[in-house]
């Protein structure tokens, strides 16, 4: 069984979401990962790296690179954000429609306002482990 508490560990150094700095992630493998909101409030917890027939397949890197766009298209964790955090902020404010520009403010949120820790799981079972 995998030992978790380092997920809420103070000790443990919260990393920022964003796409260019990820090489602190193994790039096989699982993740589970938490995420707080100005690096204290926990709100999610997820896990990554779960496609692949062997450990070597397993990109654990994806999941948080996808977040970090904040495109609410297929990625579950953005349409949260968005819907509980994004569009609440916006309700009383002038809004006009555009293309993207809710996926924009949901990407400039999570990375500003959202950081993150995970745990590696690099094992056969790693796509099973986490869950």
């Known amino acids: 069984m995998t030992n978790i508490s380092q997920l809420f560990s103070s000790t ?11 090489n602190h992630i193994p790039s096989f493998g699982s993740i589970i990962y938490t995420v707080f909101l100005d690096r204290s409030e926990y709100i999610y917890v997820g896990i990554g790296g779960l496609s692949g027939k062997s450990v070597q397949d397993r990109n654990p890197r994806s999941r948080i690179i ?6 609410r298209s297929g990625d579950q964790f953005c349409i949260y954000i968005q819907d509980f955090y994004v569009i609440p902020s916006i309700i009383n404010s002038q809004y006009t429609p555009k293309k993207g520009y809710l996926d924009m403010l949901t990407k400039e949120f999570i990375q500003k306002r959202l950081s993150y820790r995970y745990l590696v799981v690099q094992s056969d079972d790693s796509d099973k482990n986490p869950k």
């Open 12 to 22: 443990v150094e919260l990393q920022e979401f964003n796409t260019k700095n990820i």
């Open 66 to 71: 996808q977040h970090a766009q904040g495109r």
